[in-house]
T-cell receptor, first 113, second 114 residues
Framework: RKEVEQDPGPFNVPEGATVAFNCTYSNSASQSFFWYRQDCRKEPKLLMSVYSSGNEDGRFTAQLNRASQYISLLIRDSKLSDSATYLCVVTQYSGGGADGLTFGKGTHLIIQP | NAGVTQTPKFQVLKTGQSMTLQCAQDMNHEYMSWYRQDPGMGLRLIHYSVGAGITDQGEVPNGYNVSRSTTEDFPLRLLSAAPSQTSVYFC?????????????FGDGTRLSIL
């Protein structure tokens, strides 16, 4: 079975700090990568797609390393509202078809005042 | 904008009962899917559909049926509920391109099987 692995945390980080976490994937043929955010007892919501060249959206930076098969998420100047579970999502393919999106189990982030 | 709408939000069933979880989207998305989320397991794909009249199995399809008679609706049927199906169920949709597009999730159905 193809795997997407994340450190479950929790990461306890003081407000204003920078935090980064990684996600590794096992299927080298994976094509699409995303970070989703999920608040407690809520649905996942797209945070950002991850592009090969890396991309930034405000305080958030996503990176893709295909050679080592991992993606990363960096959060700068963290806010209390950043407290959530961050899900790594990878498109899995096998043979000629898509198996679907595979979700990591998530990294729990707690920003402390 | 309604987005993806799931009903009911909560449901308690007895073992052996059947029920249908409803999912509707108003974004004219071709791709729709059902996931279940269990503690420590992450989200797992149950069934998906790439368009009206087309469905396929995901990672954990046993005990569930789906149909896609319209673009808007993608109901999930539990044929004979079992305690192992206690979970939070999310429906998601995305526009053409399916897996390479961001998924829009409904706010979930919390299902307990006694």
């Amino acid at each position: 079975r193809k795997e997407v692995e994340q450190d479950p945390g929790p990461f306890n980080v003081p407000e204003g700090a920078t935090v980064a976490f990684n996600c590794t994937y096992s299927n080298s043929a994976s094509q699409s990568f995303f970070w989703y955010r999920q608040d407690c007892r809520k649905e996942p919501k797209l945070l950002m797609s991850v592009y090969s060249s890396g991309n930034e959206d405000g305080r958030f930076t996503a990176q893709l390393n295909r050679a080592s098969q991992y993606i990363s998420l960096l959060i700068r100047d963290s806010k209390l509202s950043d407290s959530a579970t961050y899900l790594c999502v990878v498109t899995q393919y096998s043979g000629g078809g898509a198996d679907g999106l595979t979700f990591g189990k998530g990294t729990h982030l707690i920003i402390q005042p | 904008n309604a987005g993806v709408t799931q009903t009911p939000k909560f449901q308690v069933l007895k073992t052996g009962q059947s029920m249908t979880l409803q999912c509707a989207q108003d974004m004219n998305h071709e791709y729709m899917s059902w996931y279940r989320q269990d503690p420590g397991m992450g989200l797992r794909l149950i069934h998906y559909s790439v368009g009206a009249g087309i469905t396929d199995q995901g990672e954990v399809p046993n005990g569930y049926n789906v149909s896609r008679s319209t673009t808007e609706d993608f109901p999930l049927r539990l044929l004979s509920a079992a305690p192992s199906q206690t979970s939070v169920y999310f429906c998601a949709s995305s526009r053409t391109g399916g897996l390479n597009q961001p998924q829009h999730f409904g706010d979930g159905t919390r299902l307990s099987i006694l």
